[in-house]
């Protein structure tokens, strides 16, 4: 929709308060005329010619009361007012001393005869426009009518619409329905109101989003948290009840139990590391790191795990100097939590392939494995908080289903990001990339 500054609208309105009047008087001044011209037209030449030819001719007749009744109905017709003096100023006639009209003096000459001025005659022709100001007048009317009929449409109610929808949105209510307006300021004020409404549902529904994830999360690690509890409490229930007998039977339940806490304590750790990314903003300690180095010690961290499995870790780093900008804490957390899922998920005597390299100005990083890879739905849900693709929820193959949340959000508040597929060789792969810090 075109729109228009109120600048150029205001300009607009007083053009045609001016326009239409001035319309209206020459429209009527041609109807009545016959011509374009405002002054005097050619019938009233020619009724001003009729009557000095009258005057003139008849320089006798001027006391003459017969002839001066003639005089007056020629005058009455022809709208005019005629005084004749002698030469001494005395007034011979008067056609109509007590009109009082606004006139224009279209002649005023002596009349001479022998060489003697024998009077002077004074004649004023009538201006009557009272048809033609009358037609301004209206004409004045309609523009003050047009103009109020479009202010009233195209600002008025607008602005009025739009003060009613700031108190909806101010109540919460932000199903509302703008106004538009061919006013260029109004249509503006309107845009911004939409961007706000938009994102203040934007906002809403994420909210109610983060709602919804934190009741599912608290009631997801209650879950996690009553089974080893649970365990943790029976098995120390029997050491106390003297239900193991034997040392074997004893640090066998001193094991379990240790056990049981150490995934306690994991997942207070992730549970804790989730929050943090989530609902806090985290103070990184901002920091040159070598990502490569830091691969390089997440790989030895779990090596003992993918020693028991009879894994092969197969290391493949660029000679380019992979360095990038964060806390290197944060970070190591984010690929060890990658590489733990890659082993979970890896067979025995399986193989995991590791790059690490610069390209432009990321530098890239993947973890491929050779287990199953990921199904339709892990691919859509993998980085979910409290995803994890095995129903049992055995924790003996599986996490807690926050590591991969972690590490993407730990990647992404470093200003990059990571993604899950399958690879075309089987298994699955992990890949992500940070911004390069020179």
Known sequence: ???????????????????????????????????????????????????????????????????????????????????????????????????????????????????????????????????????????????????????????????EKMSTCSRQIADGDLEVQLPSSKIAEIAEVRDGFIVMVDGLKESFQKQVELEDERRFVIASVAHDLRTPLFALRGYLDGLEQGIA??????????????EKS???????????????????????????????????????????????????????????????????HLIERAINNLLDNAVRHTPNQGKIFIQCYKDSDRVYFSIRDTGEGFSSRELKDVFDPLYRGEVSRNYSTGGFGLGLTISMRIIRQHGGDVCAENSIDGGAILKGWFPFSS
């Open 245 to 258: 007998h034997s040392p074997d039977k004893v640090a066998k339940y001193i094991a379990v139990c240790k």
């Open 1 to 159: 929709m075109k729109t228009i500054h109120i600048r150029k609208f205001t300009i607009l309105c007083l053009f045609l308060i001016l326009l239409l009047p001035w319309l209206f008087f020459v429209t009527a001044n041609l109807i009545e005329t016959k011509t374009f011209g405002l002054g005097v037209n050619n019938i009233q030449k020619k009724d001003l010619n009729k009557t000095i030819q009258l005057i003139e001719t008849n320089t006798e007749k001027w006391k003459d009361l017969a002839w001066q009744k003639q005089l007056n109905s020629q005058l009455h017709k022809t709208n005019m007012d005629v005084s004749i003096q002698s030469e001494t100023d005395q007034i011979i006639y008067q056609s109509d001393p007590n009109r009082n009209y606004s006139s224009i003096r279209t002649e005023h000459f002596s009349i001479i005869q022998d060489g003697q001025v024998i009077g002077r005659v004074y004649i004023n022709q009538i201006n009557s426009r009272v048809n033609q100001v009358f037609a301004a007048f209206m004409g004045m009317l309609l523009a003050f009518f047009i103009v109020a009929y479009v202010m009233r449409r195209y600002i008025l109610k607008p602005l």
């Open 262 to 328: 150490a995934q306690l304590d994991r997942l207070v750790e992730d549970l804790f590391t989730f929050t943090k990314t989530d609902y806090l903003e985290m103070k990184h300690n901002q920091n040159k790191v070598d990502l490569a180095h830091v691969v390089k010690n997440s790989i030895e961290s779990i090596k003992p795990q993918a020693q028991q499995k009879q894994i092969c870790l197969i290391e493949d780093f660029s000679a380019d100097l992979c360095s990038i900008e964060g806390d290197m």
